[in-house]
């Protein structure tokens, strides 16, 4: 004789749970003074999922899975009338109800069946689903920053590793382990191979960068005609994440004041953290009628790429553009950039601003990094332009589509380099990426200090954005194709390879040229010429990066000197530094944002705009 169940447990048997399943679970559900609803999924037997789906379907209203709706809300505040977990939720309104959704607990099944049943005109207005469901389209899917994560969450930093990829860490870390018990010489000439080759194609590409660029127009005056009052702009909006800003607030306004472009046209949103009291603080009666502070709720985690997603939702412009507290964009920039869009082909997505450096003399590391922001800025990324190879951003003044943006989720707010990865997913999604003749001029790090927590945070999101776009190589493979493929990884994969092996190359070398080390011994001649072939290597990557900065800086009027060039590689050894660094941040605190600390700096040349 076949056992009666109840409305759920009837829709799981005749879905073909087997009845000794249920048998066993209304048994021990019993003992245990729970439903067996409830019993079936503490016990893993059937997902929460299949249990819900089978109360609607008993019910006869609509199952709504995971991340297939989203809540109404309020200031951010989802609409709900009971817990977060079990709704009822607002999720929408059709022209004649308003649309609910619900997850009970499992010992009120049967009063929401009897209701349900008893109330047929509430069918119409309630829809199931799971607590799980309901939890996450309260928080992640209600917050701006949660876009990406919700729709492409294979394109998010959140999980560092794909399960291919953890097995492949482990076994690299084997095989490092085995290393130790490897011959000497064969360690010696894998290394030296690798970073040979690393160099020299670093040297290759930065010299073949330099002289594809020499001739590149660095900025651009725009004719007379364009400042006809006539003209119809698009609406541009800028978006400025702060924290912590209070002191840059005052300088930052006045900068942003200087932009040329229609007030009526023009939004500017400055985005604070809601525990960010002294900043808000500072804006207090210093706003135009274009500008807004808009707060950023608290959250998880607290990174720039959140806030802007923030930014992001509030923004009126079809044009969007990102500064930072210190830049000082020329005033005509959006303009320039509302021009070139307008004069592109339909997939140009983003256009990065040229990024200088304008307090160069103030230390060692303003000069070395305002020339190498020089040679990224100036040459290689223009190069890449030109190849249409995809390349990461820089940190601001990337201008974008709003529309793309939106389309391909916004940034990844797990990720603390949000503009490399953003740079890569819109070439994966089929979208160019260009470099258009504006400068914005920045602030440099001063001390090593700050320098290294600059460099270490961005070494971090490189590495989450090399592992988000490797998690499926072969996918990645066909949506830029082998030779942009190819340059991806040999860009952002070479320079961690130069980074890893750096200090250890230089030791060696020390130790070799001061008797300390004996070479690696061989018999024939073929060690010399393995070794010849390393120095050359090594030899051209330093030699192209030089060439490269000697033109890269006198363009920008650095005036580069034999102390530049001499201190290279040094410079090199702090970026090593970094890179361990980053790499203990990776596994240790993947999240974290080392902000850089902005208005220190005592030399920044008020003629640079």
Not at 63 to 86: A, Y
Not at 244 to 261: H, K, M, P, T
Request: with cysteine; hydrophobic share 45%.
């Amino acid at each position: 004789m076949q056992e009666q169940y109840s409305g759920e447990l009837e829709i799981l048997r005749l879905r073909g749970i087997a009845d000794g399943i249920l048998q066993t679970a209304s048994r021990e559900a019993e003992k245990l003074g729970i439903s067996p609803a409830e019993y079936l999924v503490s016990q893993s037997i059937v997902s929460e999922a299949a249990v819900y789906s089978a109360l609607a379907e008993h019910c006869r209203v609509p199952f709504v899975p995971e991340m297939g709706f989203r809540p109404q809300s309020v200031n951010g505040i989802p609409l709900g009338f009971g817990s977060l977990d079990n709704g009822p939720l607002l999720i929408g309104m059709s022209p004649t109800s308003p649309q609910y959704i619900i997850a009970p607990e499992f010992d009120q099944f049967e009063q929401v069946t009897a209701h349900l049943h008893n109330s047929p005109e509430l069918t119409d207005q309630v829809r199931i689903s799971t607590p799980n469901a309901i939890r996450y389209a309260s928080t992640v899917l209600n917050a701006p920053s949660g876009d990406l994560e919700s729709r492409f969450p294979e394109f998010s930093a959140k999980a560092r590793f794909s399960k291919t990829q953890l097995g492949t860490l482990v076994g690299v870390a084997a095989a490092f382990l085995v290393g130790f018990l490897v011959p000497k010489d064969f360690l010696f000439y894998s290394l030296s191979s690798l970073f040979s080759l690393a160099c020299a194609l670093a040297g290759i590409a930065r010299w073949t960068s330099a002289k594809s660029t020499e001739r590149d127009q660095m900025d651009l005056i725009l004719p007379v005609a364009f400042q006809a009052p006539e003209i119809r702009w698009p609406t541009y909006t800028v978006l400025v994440p702060l924290y912590r800003e209070a002191a840059s607030v005052s300088d930052l306004v006045q900068g942003l004041r200087q932009i040329d472009y229609p007030t009526d046209k023009l939004d500017i949103k400055f985005l604070l953290e809601c525990d960010d009291l002294e900043t808000r603080k500072a804006f207090r009666g210093n706003l135009d009628d274009h500008m807004e502070v808009v707060i950023v709720p608290e959250g998880f985690p607290r990174t720039k790429p959140r806030a802007l997603a923030y930014g992001l939702e509030n923004a009126a412009g079809e044009f969007i553009t990102v500064y930072d507290a210190e830049d000082r964009p020329q005033p005509d920039q959006l303009k320039k950039a509302a021009l070139f869009f307008t004069l592109g082909p339909e997939n140009l997505a983003c256009l990065q601003a040229r990024l200088a450096i304008d307090n160069a003399d103030e230390s060692f590391f303003t000069r070395q990094y305002a020339l190498e922001y020089a040679c990224l800025f100036d040459q290689v990324l223009p190069w890449f332009y030109q190849q249409e190879w995809p390349f990461p951003l820089g940190g601001t003044s990337n201008h974008f589509r709003r529309a793309v943006l939106d389309s391909i989720g916004g940034w990844d707010k797990y990720n603390v380099t949000e503009d490399a990865d953003l740079g890569i997913r819109l070439a994966r999604f089929g979208y160019l990426c260009g470099v258009f003749p504006s400068t914005t001029y920045e602030e440099a790090p001063i001390s090593f200090k700050a320098w290294l927590h600059q460099r270490s945070r961005w070494y971090k999101g490189w590495l989450q954005t090399l592992c988000v776009h490797l998690r499926e190589p072969a996918r990645t493979l066909r949506e830029v194709g082998a030779t942009r493929f190819a340059v991806l990884t040999a860009m952002i994969g070479g320079s961690f390879v130069m980074m890893a092996s750096h200090p250890f190359i230089v030791l060696a070398f020390l130790g070799y040229i001061s008797g300390l080390l004996a070479f690696p011994n061989s018999d024939n001649f073929a060690r010399d010429i393995f070794l010849a072939l390393c120095l050359c290597g090594a030899v051209l990557g330093y030699v192209g990066a030089a060439m490269a900065m000697i033109r890269a800086g006198r363009r920008r009027n650095y005036r580069p000197n034999i102390a530049d060039l001499i201190l290279l590689p040094a410079y090199w050894l702090c970026g090593s530094v970094a890179f361990y660094r980053s790499v203990w941040e990776f596994f240790m605190q993947p999240y974290v944002w080392n902000k850089t600390e902005h208005g220190v700096s005592q030399g920044r040349r008020d003629d640079a705009t």
